[in-house]
């Protein structure tokens, strides 16, 4: 059985940091294309980075520059680094899985985790 665990979120002021972490078990990850979407109140969810198995990775225009998509194989386990975070960055944020190469579209993706919250203050 796949599972996929998000840890990392919490509440920071504008302009801070924070790194999120999503732990996978139970597939062959180093053959996973991995990817992060998030899901505001009252919006749809969206795409925010990938990063395929080879470590090629591709980003949402807004947070290009101040987030980093980065896997450690031997760990299972992808992270998003997100800087200079702003109050529009607040969101329930998804680690999700896909065999094959990434996508944006979050309906590719077979196997999602159960999302942690980041809130940024203004």
């Known amino acids: 059985q796949v599972h996929l665990v998000e840890s990392g979120g919490g509440l920071v002021q504008a302009g801070g940091s924070l790194r999120l972490s999503c732990a996978a078990s139970?597939?062959?990850?180093?053959?996973?294309?991995m990817a992060w979407f998030r899901q505001a109140p009252g919006k749809e969810r969206e795409f925010v980075a990938a990063?395929?198995?080879?470590?090629?990775?591709y980003y949402k225009e807004s947070v290009k520059g101040r987030f980093t998509i980065s896997r450690d194989n031997a760990k299972n386990t992808v992270y998003l680094q997100m800087n200079s975070l702003k109050p529009e960055d607040t969101a329930v944020y998804y680690c999700?899985?896909?065999?094959?190469?990434?996508?944006?579209?979050?309906?590719?993706?077979?196997?999602w985790g159960q999302g942690t919250q980041v809130t940024v203050s203004s």
């Open positions: 990063i395929n198995w080879n470590g090629s990775t």
């Open positions: 999700a899985a896909r065999r094959t190469f990434l996508t944006p579209r979050d309906r590719d993706y077979e196997y």
């Open positions: 139970g597939l062959p990850f180093s053959r996973y294309a």
